[in-house]
């Protein structure tokens, strides 16, 4: 095995907790690195800072030079404690492993204040297996958290505490982040809250392979810095020197699951994009281009004639995809969009992402035969169509079973009495690609309440959904017996 491939080994994801007796784990990578081939069908647009309420940093803003205590000053109180409780069967395999114990154990990380109102983003690997989330603020004060929404795809998820005049963190560009600027960590390792650790800015765009092995539009385009952060720092602020947030730490590079000295952080406009989503539509609004992609390397660029190893290579193309209605062929290399270079598959996807949704036209700049050209490329969701993805299911008419893509039956009796609970809905089948599908709920999953009202039949929740304005927030259990949330957009 090569230097580099035993150093990517040990990448993994830091599930940022203190488990039953202090036994700190994280997520490590499979020992075999495999070529980057990754569906290039991206997408979605940057939601205005207007419209989720989220704070910003002033455009052009200068840094306070080398001054680590104005930036802590600055997020320290915008930097929460999360708390879960999880169960044994719960917790995925590789990522922790309990000695007997209880039949609940916890673990711990860190969240971001967005808005005085309550609203937190984290990790989603810090809660996707919780039972229950509890946020302590920097004050000291702590609240019970509920899920709004997930997205594993980029490793990011919304909380929502009932609080208010919270101190929401500034959300800064992370494109203008350079590679050796001073950045700042903060979170809760080890459950020591609060706490600072300062680095450089190592790379950007960085994929280091670990969220594309488990799902399919996975989006990893990573700020590498050399701030120390462990275990429990999952989901904390990535700061400049402003104070402001450039990113969301989520993974260390490690062969023995604590710091080694380089860290990653999701990039704070593909966060501030995926979070306006899902507060907004409870799903990310994916545009899709239909390409399959990778790195073009050395030998490939002397093979097409390109005059540096940058760009990303077309190696497949989707049927009735938007690339191939466009012209775009296998074996293009794609170096711009929108009139800006391209050099990796990463920036590709955040270029995408960051500032496109679904019906976007964007314009590809592609290399083939010695040459540049042009092709506008309308951007599809993975549905095939132009439309948002809650578009499709917005009149009262489609809130039938066809267009749930579910079926609905009354809840067994035993199966109330065993989650303790008087009465419910169950999801009996999903259909693949319905709407409840792409939420997330699952076959067996037990509707307790919409707008958290209880409901007894079936005829219940189709009432109560069509006569709901803008969305329908679900509460219900899960068949391993965890509670969950969604939202169903309706507007």
Known sequence: MTRLAKFLTGLALFSGGLIAGGLVFSWLLEKRLSEFALSGRMGGNTVPIARTGFASATPGSEEQGN???????????????????ISQEESPEGRFHLFGGPEQSRASGSGVILSEDGYIITNNHVVETAKEIRISLNDRREYDAKIIARDP???????????????????????????????????????????????IVSAKARNIGILRRSYQYSIESFIQTDAAVN?????????????????????????????????FAIPSNLVRKVVGDLITYGVVQRGFIGVNIQDVSSE???????????GVLVTGISENGSAKE???????????????????????QEKIVNNHKPGDVVQVTIYRD??????????????????????????????????????LSQADKSILKELGISGGVKVSRIKNNGLFSKLGIE?????????????????????????????????????????????????
């Open 67 to 85: 001054d680590f205590i104005h930036a802590a000053s600055m997020s320290t109180e915008s930097v929460v404690f999360v708390n879960t409780i």
């Open 153 to 199: 795809n980029t490793d990011l998820a919304v909380l929502k505490i009932e609080a208010e005049n919270l101190k929401p963190i500034r959300i800064g560009n992370s494109d203008d982040v350079k590679i050796g600027q001073w950045v700042l960590a903060v979170g809760n390792p080890f459950n020591l809250t609060s706490t600072v650790t300062a680095g």
């Open 231 to 263: 275990p429990g720092n999952s989901g904390g602020a990535l700061v400049n020197l402003n104070g402001d947030l450039i990113g969301i730490n989520t993974a260390i590079a490690t062969e023995t699951g604590f710091y080694s000295g380089y860290s």
């Open 300 to 310: 490939m660029a002397r093979e097409k004639g390109l005059p540096t190893a940058e």
């Open 326 to 348: 466009a012209g775009i062929q296998s074996g293009d290399i794609i170096v711009a969009i929108d009139g800006e270079k391209t050099r990796t598959s990463s920036e590709l």
């Open 370 to 407: 010695g040459k540049e050209r042009n092709y506008e490329v309308r951007l599809k969701n993975q549905e095939g169509k132009s439309d948002l993805m809650s578009n499709a299911h917005k009149t009262e008419m489609e809130f039938s079973e066809d267009g749930l893509g579910a079926t």
């Open 443 to 491: 076959e067996g999953f037990i509707i307790t309440k919409i707008d958290r009202k209880p409901l007894l039949s079936p005829k219940d929740f189709f009432d109560m959904v069509t006569k709901a304005k803008g969305s329908a927030f679900i509460e219900g259990y899960k068949p391993n017996g965890r509670k969950s949330y969604y939202i169903l957009q309706i507007e």
